[in-house]
């Protein structure tokens, strides 16, 4: 296990450093990320979002979202987190982002001892194929995973349930993950991809016997 552990971390700083921009390249650089302040994102409660996040007080580390929760991952040596690019760059060619602690005593996944007790080998699939391509690339036909990625042609016009509430649904804008609501009314259908009658939406609200309060289940 640990050396599975040891193996995706040392994948995901691989793949960040063969993304770094070069000093003399050339062009301009697709960035979705520019004018999204990262104090207003969050990972998905269900982790069906792919999402880099700043950390809050080490500009060299990030957290990327895995499962739904934050886990901690350090840029390689010389390297800041490049929030506008969603990767690791070098100092001259980006500024610091560093986000704002909503509460100092809630905790979120602080090192890479955080992966234990998730599918390792989805996150390490899901880091060298999101990370290395952060950039914008041509449509390609590819397996769709489950995990909506914007940076990726493949995934970035699928749209997701969000856990927690049948109105509500992820979807990319511009390249970034939002949230999006139905009509009063209307639930999201998975299948369809489209806010549709409660009937055919097939999520469900459940009350629990004793607090008497609303969960959310999406039937099979």
Not at 118 to 132: G, N, R, S
Request: glycine residues 6%; negative net charge.
């Amino acid at each position: 296990m640990i050396a599975k552990l040891l193996t995706s971390v040392l994948l995901v700083s691989v793949a960040l450093a063969a993304e770094i921009p070069q000093k003399n390249a050339t062009g301009p650089t697709f960035k979705a990320f520019e004018d999204v302040d990262p104090n207003d994102l969050s990972c998905d409660p269900a982790g069906q979002i792919f999402l880099l996040l700043p950390h809050f007080t080490d500009c060299s580390k990030f957290y990327m979202c895995a499962h739904g929760e934050e886990v901690e991952f350090s840029c390689p040596g010389g390297l800041i987190f490049d929030f506008k690019l969603q990767t690791c760059n070098w100092a001259w060619a980006t500024t610091c982002t560093l986000r704002t602690p909503k509460d100092e005593d809630e905790g979120s996944g602080d090192n890479a001892d955080s992966l234990i007790g998730l599918f390792v080998d989805d996150l390490e699939h899901q880091a060298v194929d999101t990370v290395a391509s952060v950039r914008p690339i041509a449509p390609t036909a590819g397996r769709y995973t489950g995990i909506i990625n914007c940076a990726r042609a493949d995934s970035a016009s699928r749209q997701s349930p969000y856990k927690g509430d049948c109105q509500r649904y992820w979807k990319c804008v511009a390249g970034v993950p939002q949230v999006a609501f139905c009509s009063d009314g209307l639930f999201f259908n998975d299948q369809t991809q489209q806010c549709d009658f409660e009937a055919n939406s097939k999520c469900i609200q459940v009350q629990e016997d004793e607090l008497k309060s609303e969960f959310i289940k999406y039937e099979q």
